[in-house]
């Protein structure tokens, strides 16, 4: 016999059945609730070859711009090894470096990446010396050095011209690169460069990091000359007679070329 609801018993029954709906569809969305695999961090580094990196790195940065370039080659290289969760990794999320982060000319794209992808193996006293060294690499290197097979901005029998930074600002570096070349800051040419010297710090990262999970890295170069006489009487924990204090590493001469020419 069929039994007849009112309209308020209906309303009422329908309310406690979605309610009880909801909640699954709640739970469901609960990270706590469902059975997930943890990705270690820091992770598990992979030996990688320096010039399959190089190769990637350059093709990288016509995808999604300089940082992505040099972490993208590095990380990604790792996680396919290691396979997931490694390879559900958002690589793109680096992409936010690109023109020295988000194109205002700061800390060059190259640098970030490579400092993103150290720190994704290594914490602590041995991350800061590893990316330490790689920007110091950075400034006082005349780069780029790497050559594509075939170069995507210019023609392959194409000169690009190397210069050195002496800084690990994007504005700074790029300026001193048109300089050099003659070549403005928009064009091919310039693009091509950061190309390569993408491929060259994805390179030198790789190689410290190889060096690393060999127990082979050691320091080598920390700062420039500059800075380091610098920091003699402007570094933490000195009692400078005139000036102020500062935080920095990078080569000072860049910025305050006649800072005691009063």
């Known amino acids: 016999m069929k039994k007849i609801f009112s309209r308020r018993e209906f309303l009422t029954l329908g309310a406690a059945a979605g309610g009880t709906l909801l909640g699954a569809n709640i739970e469901s969305l609960n990270p706590s609730s469902q059975n997930k695999t943890e990705t270690p961090f ?9 010039e399959k990196t190089q190769n990637r790195a350059y093709k990288n940065y016509f995808q999604a711009g300089c940082m992505y370039g040099v972490f993208g080659s590095v990380a990604g290289q790792v996680a396919e090894d290691l396979g997931k969760p490694y390879t559900d990794f958002p690589f793109i999320l680096s992409s936010y470096g690109g023109g020295g982060v988000a194109h205002w000319g700061s800390l060059c794209g190259t640098c970030n990446g490579a400092a993103m992808a150290v720190a994704l ?16 690499w950075y400034e006082k290197t005349e780069l780029p050095v790497y050559t594509p097979q075939e170069p995507v901005k210019v023609e392959k029998n194409f000169e690009m011209k190397a210069s050195q930074s002496k800084s690990t600002l994007c504005h700074t570096s790029v300026s001193r690169w048109t300089q050099a070349s003659g070549f403005s800051t928009f064009s091919p040419q310039r693009a091509e460069r950061c190309a ?13 990091l190889n060096q690393a999970a060999k127990d082979q890295f050691s320091p080598q170069t920390q700062m420039s000359a500059v800075s380091s006489v ?14 102020k204090k500062v935080i920095s590493r990078m080569n000072c001469s860049v910025c305050h070329p006649n800072v005691h020419k009063k």
């Not at 820091?42 to 320096?50: A, K, M």
């Not at 390569?196 to 790789?206: F, K, N, P």
């Open 196 to 208: 390569r010297l993408v491929a060259d710090i994805a390179g030198y990262t790789v190689k410290l």
């Open 121 to 136: 193996f290594h914490q602590g006293n041995l991350r800061n010396q590893l990316t330490s060294e790689i920007f110091a």
């Open 42 to 50: 820091p992770w598990e580094y992979r030996i990688l070859d320096v």
């Open 230 to 243: 610098c920091r003699g009487c402007h570094g933490q924990g000195k009692e400078e007679a005139e000036g």
